[in-house]
């Protein structure tokens, strides 16, 4: 199973349309895209969280109940076309939805981490507001294949 995404490779900044406004974006989501999942998935479900330090695993994007047979997301996707039955949920702004970089000034490149779970579970009913913390547990047990990758972003 790998993930990929046509807007920055692995290990290198995510351009400045994909953060947000205060920090000069448009707050669009990146693509991102996956394939050879394992046998056996039913759904897939994606996190996107800041790990630095500062941010203390800042959630930019939670989405759940993507089908199974879909293999990405379109830039610009979240909010307004996202797969039929895909959910998303509330990110650490309290927005439904992507949210993207905006790490505090003088802080360093902050990494973002793109990660897609390959679930063994048709859907999950998680409310809008779960935490990160909760969507690992919701998902830890049915978790068949994941794969991550990570995009900077620093001011």
Same mark, same amino acid.
């Given at each position: 199973?790998?993930?990929?995404? %046509?807007?920055?490779?692995?290990?290198?900044?995510?351009?400045?349309?994909?953060? $947000?406004?205060?920090? &000069?974006? @448009?707050?669009?989501?990146?693509?991102?895209?996956?394939? *050879?999942?394992? $046998? &056996?998935?039913?759904?897939?479900?994606?996190?996107?969280?800041?790990? =630095? #330090?500062?941010?203390?695993?800042?959630? =930019?994007?939670?989405?759940?109940?993507?089908?199974? *047979?879909?293999?990405?997301?379109? %830039? &610009?996707?979240?909010?307004?076309?996202?797969?039929?039955?895909?959910? %998303?949920?509330?990110?650490? +702004?309290? *927005?439904?939805?992507?949210?993207?970089?905006? #790490?505090?000034?003088?802080?360093?490149? =902050?990494?973002?981490? +793109?990660?897609?779970?390959?679930?063994?579970?048709?859907?999950?009913?998680?409310?809008? *507001?779960?935490?990160?913390?909760? +969507?690992? @547990?919701?998902? @830890?047990? =049915?978790?068949?294949?994941?794969?991550?990758?990570?995009?900077? +972003?620093?001011?």
């Amino acid at each position: 199973m790998y993930v990929h995404s %046509e807007a920055f490779p692995d290990g290198s900044s995510i351009p400045v349309v994909y953060t $947000r406004p205060r920090v &000069g974006g @448009k707050n669009v989501s990146p693509p991102i895209s996956w394939a *050879d999942l394992p $046998r &056996g998935t039913r759904s897939i479900a994606l996190s996107v969280v800041d790990i =630095h #330090p500062v941010a203390r695993r800042w959630v =930019h994007w939670l989405v759940i109940n993507i089908p199974k *047979d879909c293999s990405g997301l379109t %830039e &610009g996707a979240s909010r307004k076309a996202m797969p039929p039955g895909a959910r %998303e949920l509330r990110n650490s +702004f309290g *927005d439904l939805g992507y949210g993207g970089p905006q #790490p505090p000034a003088g802080t360093g490149a =902050h990494p973002y981490v +793109f990660t897609v779970y390959a679930l063994d579970l048709d859907r999950l009913d998680l409310p809008d *507001d779960t935490t990160l913390d909760a +969507f690992m @547990k919701a998902i @830890k047990t =049915h978790i068949i294949g994941q794969a991550s990758i990570t995009g900077y +972003f620093g001011r």
